[in-house]
């Protein structure tokens, strides 16, 4: 089965960057849209950026002109480069995709969510 596995969360100073990475991994798939959200503790969970098959971005109000998503397609990758950082960004990150998964001659969508990384900017 598919999963997608995040990396690179942790405490930066305000003003600072920060490089998210999410991994997808687990048998025969491909990936279409990707995306990283957020979450603050009881609050619900907002879109950040999202990034299409064909590499067209979409982001957040709040984030346009600091943040960036792309990804590497051979390495099933999705980033997020986070530069400027305020301490409004902390939160918990989740990336996320809409895969479709093949075995045999059998296919289905799935729409996967990583585990979350933690991103608190504080001095």
């Known amino acids: 089965q598919v999963q997608l596995v995040e990396s690179g969360g942790g405490l930066v100073q305000p003003g600072g960057s920060l490089r998210l990475s999410c991994a997808a991994s687990g048998g025969r798939f491909s990936i279409s849209a990707m995306g990283w959200y957020r979450q603050e503790p009881g609050k619900q969970r907002d879109l950040v950026a999202s990034i299409t098959s064909g590499d067209s971005t979409n982001y957040a109000d709040s984030v346009k002109g600091r943040f960036t998503i792309y990804r590497d397609n051979a390495k099933n990758t999705v980033y997020l480069q986070m530069n400027s950082l305020k301490p409004e960004d902390t939160a918990v990150y989740y990336c996320?995709?809409?895969?479709?998964?093949?075995?045999?001659?059998?296919?289905?969508?799935?729409?996967?969510w990583g585990q979350g990384t933690l991103v608190t900017v504080s001095s």
């Open positions: 996320n995709a809409d895969v479709v998964q093949y075995s045999g001659s059998f296919s289905w969508d799935l729409e996967l």
